[in-house]
């Protein structure tokens, strides 16, 4: 699965995200306009200044231009979880992620976000003999949840959890949380920036000693993370506070683009 974002992607996150202007950053890099419009584009440009452009962005010169090379996180083998599947669907030229996961004895399975295919879900849950009883938002922008009303009509005993204040008082997470699938525990942590009512989803007791899960939506990419603006400073600290606290063996699944690690992103991601 290719990268959700490019070195140029991540400028022009960074660069929304602390109010520079296209004709600052093109200075820092050392190039003429045209020439950085062309770096954020496509994520290439010949003799970059990076120290000088990723001090201007406040992002990581290092992991910045790594990333402008060509970096890649590690395959993660997500059968060592071998309860969870990762379902990616399309619109337009639009993908994005969600995720299936079960207790392999009570076959008791939850839903994290819905991407835009009910039935691709229905089947899967179907083919494994699955009891679906949840249904977790990672935030509600409509990519993430365009196919809950009809999971909904097919699946109409579903708890749904999201961090949204506009949801009903009975679907809203509550911080101690701590909800059991079979012998699995899923509890939340606020990531909030990139979107209002932004939620990790932490699940562990996976069985033979498999690392924990965060299903981390669009707060944390392989490499980038979702677009902030103003809040970005925000959006840093929540995945600091919440996502990298976590155990650094703990894989990652966001919601565009592939499956990492905590340590692959602390390591890599030029936004830290």
């Known amino acids: 699965m290719t990268l959700e974002d490019h070195a140029g992607d991540v400028l022009s996150k960074a660069r929304a995200g602390v109010g520079v202007g296209v004709e600052a950053a093109a200075q820092a890099a050392g190039l003429a306009v045209e020439a950085y419009r062309v770096l954020e584009e496509t994520g290439h440009a010949d003799r970059v200044e990076w120290v000088r452009l990723a001090s201007v962005l406040q992002v990581d010169a290092a992991k910045l231009e790594r990333l402008a090379r060509g970096w890649k996180p590690a395959v993660v083998d997500l059968s060592q979880c071998r309860e969870i599947r990762q379902l990616v669907s399309e619109s337009g030229r639009m993908s994005v ?3 299936l996961v ?22 899967l849950v179907a083919s494994e003999a699955l009891q679906l009883k949840h249904i977790f938002i990672t935030h509600s ?68 000693d498999a690392p924990g899960v965060a299903i981390v939506g669009d707060a944390l990419f392989a490499g980038s993370m979702g677009g902030a603006r103003e809040l970005l400073s925000q959006a840093r600290q929540k995945v600091v506070e919440q996502i990298f606290s976590l155990p650094e063996d703990t894989i990652v699944c966001p919601g565009h683009g592939p499956v990492t690690t905590v340590a692959t992103e602390k390591a890599n991601n030029p936004f830290f």
Do not use: Q
Request: aromatic share 10%; proline share 5%; net charge negative.
């Open 141 to 208: 922008h409509y990519d993430h949840i365009e196919a809950l009303p009809r999971l909904r009509e097919l699946f109409p005993k579903v708890r749904l959890h999201s961090g949204s204040k506009n949801a009903p008082p009975e679907h809203r997470n509550r911080s101690n949380d701590f909800i059991h699938l079979g012998s699995l525990r899923i509890t939340n942590r606020e990531t909030t920036g990139h979107a209002e009512d932004g939620v990790t989803y932490v699940v562990g007791n996976f069985p033979e």
């Open 97 to 99: 992620s969600c995720y």
């Open 102 to 123: 079960w207790d392999e004895v009570t076959r008791e399975a939850a839903l994290f976000d819905t991407g835009f295919n009910a039935e691709a879900i229905a089947s």
